[in-house]
């Protein structure tokens, strides 16, 4: 019988499904940022050769994460646009749930989902299995390939004797890019609307709710609806796009 998950037992029983896998694993997901126990998981199941399909639903992948499952041969990617489903499937089990597969969702959002067994409940298992094979048949494989681009050294102010420090980039973007300041993506750059479509959907509402990325440079730095950019970035525009008000 199919049995109830909140946060913590989704973690749980996804991780337990990954490392009880043997020849399947198929995780879908519209988002993608895998922390380090998911990785290393993924990894000992290329040791037993067990196929692994992930099926994301963002056109922009994170570069680190495209550089990792570029090196494990294992693992098939996928793109699949209008991905929406969380659901993750081996040959013996699946999890339906709301949890990316996304670092920060694991750790900071409140999620629920349904475990269940195929030896326990083989009906509703192979129609999982039936629309989790739907999916990854119209979705598009993912050729990986990373492009080192050597940045700019950016240039220094001397601001007092002995007090050498790097003038932040000044990014004072296109109407196109801005960034998601919870997963990083690449939006429409409005500092009053600094998340995109997946990501407001699970905000809390909460505008002091901590977020982990710059509106405008996309650089990692601590962030929240009412202040969706590091300091450099609104000083450099703080007169050309409107902003929140404090």
């Known amino acids: 019988m199919a049995k109830f998950l909140d946060t913590t037992g989704v973690s749980y029983h996804l991780q ?6 043997n020849d399947k694993l198929i995780l879908l997901s519209p988002y993608l940022k895998l922390n380090e126990r998911v990785k290393q998981a993924l990894l000992d199941r290329e040791v037993f050769k067990t196929n692994i399909r992930i099926v994301y639903g963002k056109s922009e992948l994170q570069p ?30 699946a999890i339906v749930t709301s949890m990316n597969l996304y670092e920060f969702s694991q750790v900071n959002n409140v999620e629920m989902g349904i475990y269940i067994s195929k030896a326990e409940d083989p009906v509703l298992y192979q129609e999982i299995v039936e629309e989790v094979g739907r999916i990854v048949r ?21 601001s007092s004797p002995g007090l050498v420090k790097a003038k932040a980039e000044q990014a004072i973007a296109s109407e196109s890019s801005g960034h998601c300041i919870r997963c990083g993506d690449t939006i429409r750059l409005n500092p009053m609307y600094p998340y995109c479509r997946e990501c407001y959907d699970d ?16 650089n990692e730095h601590s962030s929240s609806k009412v202040k969706p950019s ?8 703080r007169n050309k796009l409107e902003w929140p008000a404090a």
Do not use: T
């Open 64 to 93: 680190e994460e495209a550089e990792w499952m570029r090196k494990v041969k294992s693992i098939r990617l996928s793109f699949c646009k209008n991905l929406h489903a969380k659901c993750y499937l081996s040959e013996s089990e």
């Open 203 to 218: 905000w809390s509402g909460d505008d002091e709710e901590p977020e982990e990325y710059c509106h405008i440079c996309g």
């Open 16 to 21: 337990q499904l990954i490392n009880r896998a």
């Open 138 to 158: 119209m979705s598009e494989d993912v050729q990986i390939s990373i492009e080192r681009v050597k940045l700019k050294e950016a240039p220094v102010v001397v």
């Open 230 to 237: 590091c300091y450099p970035c609104f000083k450099a525009n």
